[in-house]
């Protein structure tokens, strides 16, 4: 049972939800945020419209100038696979590389440079490389969406993304077994510190999925009350929905202490399409505290 318990874990994302003024009809934004749950589908954003603007924005730099040759005779023999003189061996090295370690940076473009550096001597080519840029337009593309492990009880992410205690909450089952299956998504942990960091060409070379861990899954500390984790798409999607990775469901929804009764109305239908359980968040008037409670729909 240990065992099997262990297997899952929970996690949670707030929801807003706009004013519902009388005799007016409801902000389509709010419909949209229902439907979604209801389909199975969840937001993904590229970084760019995140609320932090250091967020997913590290700098990347051109680490050649001064490179240690040996550095530079790592990467060309790391990467031999790609050129067209390449030996068996090397290509299937690079196909086994790709795979496994660096296959969320080597897109196309990266790809040809990298055959330019390999078939190339010297550092002349990696001096002039616009392969940083190359590796940022990639880093850039990816689509990210976050949830949270602080449980559904706190009141500052009710207030933050809750719109005031106004929406509602999603609660999430993540497969643990399935999640190491996929192939098109992470989801990990969100790492905080207290500096924004730089790394370099060569740790986005030689340790790429380090170096993409680090991109995807670094904030600054001041976010760390949220205890954020992220999923995040490598595989090029536009900004949008997102049909939910096998493993992931939802598993209950929460709804706003100050929510409209007629948004809770659609809320309790959802989970009665979805034959999930329904909470209401009610406030504890002798404490500081919000508590969970199964509705009966």
């Known amino acids: 049972m240990g065992e099997e318990k262990s297997r899952y874990q ?6 807003p939800l706009e004013n519902w003024v009388d005799d007016e009809e409801d902000p389509k934004m709010n419909k949209r945020r229902i439907e979604t749950v209801r389909e199975g589908s969840i937001w993904m954003s590229i970084p760019d419209n995140f609320n932090d603007p250091f967020d997913a924005r590290h700098t990347i730099t051109n680490s050649a100038p001064g490179m240690i040759p040996e550095l530079l005779c790592a990467i060309r023999s790391l990467y031999a696979g790609f050129s067209k003189n390449a030996t068996q061996e090397q290509k299937e090295r690079i196909e086994v590389y790709e795979r ?3 296959r969320w940076i080597l897109d196309d473009r990266v790809q040809r440079e990298l055959i330019k550096l390999v078939d190339s001597t010297g550092d002349r080519y990696l001096n002039d490389s616009t392969l940083p840029d190359s590796i940022a337009d990639v880093l850039r593309s990816y689509r990210m969406t976050c ?37 098109d ?14 790394k370099t060409l060569t740790d986005a070379l ?16 001041d976010w760390s009350y949220e205890k954020e984790h992220r999923l995040v798409c490598f595989d090029y999607k536009s900004e949008g929905l997102h049909k939910l990775p096998e493993g992931l469901r939802v ?16 809320l309790l239908e959802t989970c ?9 968040m009610n406030v504890n008037p002798e404490l500081f505290e919000i508590n969970s ?4 729909s």
């Open 272 to 280: 009665r399409e979805l034959s999930i359980t329904p909470f209401k």
């Open 293 to 296: 409670e199964v509705v009966d």
């Open 251 to 266: 598993s209950a929804i929460h709804i706003g202490a100050n929510c409209d009764p007629r948004h809770e109305r659609l």
């Open 185 to 198: 998504y992470s989801l990990q942990s969100v790492v905080y510190s207290s500096r924004f960091d730089y």
């Open 10 to 15: 929970k996690l949670y994302r707030f929801e």
């Open 147 to 183: 949830f949270n492990s602080t449980g559904i009880s706190s009141p500052l992410m009710w207030a933050h993304y809750g719109r005031n205690h106004q929406g509602f909450c999603v609660e999430y089952e993540v497969d643990l077994n399935a999640k190491e299956n996929w192939v």
């Open 100 to 102: 496994l370690r660096s």
């Open 206 to 221: 030689l340790q790429p999925e380090k170096f993409v861990n680090w991109y995807c899954w670094t904030k600054s500390v």
